[in-house]
């Protein structure tokens, strides 16, 4: 296991992160769906091979890292739910914002959280 040796997050940060995964998991998937990215892969065995890592992973892993190290401290004992709900809302913040305000803040999706 990688030891990023990360300072704690404000408690201030850590709310913020808990209230987000709180939001996200209240989420009614049937009625609003699941947004995912499609990645392309090459099958034909004929793709170059990439170059050295752009150092993305290793940013993706620090910040999985940190969130763990942040839950700890409020839930000592992580379970599944636990991490993938950590997941759900490091998409929202990371992925799903490049293209769109925060999954997690689109008032269409979260009315009682509008006023």
Request: net charge negative; glycine share 6%.
């Amino acid at each position: 296991m990688i030891n990023f040796n990360l300072p704690p997050l404000p408690e201030e940060e850590v709310d913020a992160r808990l209230a987000d995964m709180e939001r996200l998991g209240q989420r009614d998937y049937k009625e609003i769906g699941v947004p995912m990215f499609l990645v392309a892969e090459d099958l034909t065995g004929g793709a170059q091979p990439r170059a050295a890592g752009d150092g993305s992973g290793r940013i993706l892993a620090m910040l999985l890292a940190e969130g763990a190290q942040a839950l700890r401290t409020r839930r000592p004992e992580l379970d599944a739910d636990d991490i993938a709900r950590l997941i759900e809302a490091l998409a929202d913040r990371h992925f799903l914002s490049l293209a769109a305000p925060a999954f997690s803040r689109a008032t269409e999706l979260h009315p009682e959280t509008a006023a």
